[in-house]
T-cell receptor, first 116, second 114 residues
Framework: AQTVTQSQPEMSVQEAETVTLSCTYD???????LFWYKQPPSRQMILVIR??????QNATENRFSVNFQKAAKSFSLKISDSQLGDAAMYFC?????????????FGTGTRLKVLA | NAGVTQTPKFRVLKTGQSMTLLCAQD?????MYWYRQDPGMGLRLIHY???????AKGEVPDGYNVSRLKKQNFLLGLESAAPSQTSVYFC?????????????FGPGTRLLVL
């Protein structure tokens, strides 16, 4: 069974600085999606970035980028020029493309604090 | 276009009571999911559906039942609520196996079982 591990329960970053959130996963499959979701205090889950496993190029969305290391099964999120609005829980998630189960597996989350 | 909506937003139940949470989406999505979120445990999948009339068990299905009689609605039922079911419940939907796969989430339902 697939697993997703976020080993950093909490991280802090100074405003305007860069922070990297870690995520590792375990799977025997070759085709899958990986995601980072943001959950602010409002509780609304917001997609930050998505990576298809077959794409070697790391996904980027404005100040958010990932470092996808398929062989190492690592999927870290880098937030550049951190803003106060980035403070939230961040969840890493995995979805299989080959098992046919259509299930998402989430990590336990990393709480990001942004210091003014 | 309301996206994914959940009813109710908050509910208090006594142990043994029953209730139904409603999830509705207006994006014509095929797949719908129910998750629960507990502190330190992330989101755990309760049940999901890959189309109208279909349901399947997720990671933590015990104590819950679901139905998807209409494509746009996914109901989560608690037949006999227990304090262990105190949680925040999220519904999500997605088109399924296409490119640009994304889950869209509802705002959550906070349930307290006394």
């Amino acid at each position: 069974a697939q697993t997703v591990t976020q080993s950093q329960p909490e991280m802090s970053v100074q405003e305007a600085e860069t922070v990297t959130l870690s995520c590792t996963y375990d799977t025997s499959e070759s085709d899958y999606y990986l995601f980072w979701y943001k959950q602010p205090p409002s509780r609304q889950m917001i997609l930050v970035i998505r990576q298809e496993a077959y794409k070697q190029q790391n996904a980027t969305e404005n100040r958010f980028s990932v470092n996808f290391q398929k062989a190492a099964k690592s999927f870290s999120l880098k937030i550049s020029d951190s803003q106060l609005g980035d403070a939230a829980m961040y969840f890493c998630a995995y979805r299989s493309e080959t098992s046919g189960t259509y299930k998402y597996i989430f990590g336990t989350g990393t709480r990001l604090k942004v210091l003014a | 276009n309301a996206g994914v909506t959940q009813t109710p937003k908050f509910r208090v139940l006594k142990t043994g009571q029953s209730m139904t949470l409603l999830c509705a989406q207006d994006m014509n999505h095929e797949y719908m999911y129910w998750y629960r979120q507990d502190p330190g445990m992330g989101l755990r999948l309760i049940h999901y559906s890959v189309g109208e009339g279909t349901t399947a068990k997720g990671e933590v299905p015990d104590g819950y039942n679901v139905s998807r009689l209409k494509k746009q609605n996914f109901l989560l039922g608690l037949e006999s609520a227990a304090p262990s079911q105190t949680s925040v419940y999220f519904c999500a939907s997605t088109w399924g196996q296409v490119t640009e796969e994304t889950q869209y989430f509802g705002p959550g339902t906070r349930l307290l079982v006394l």
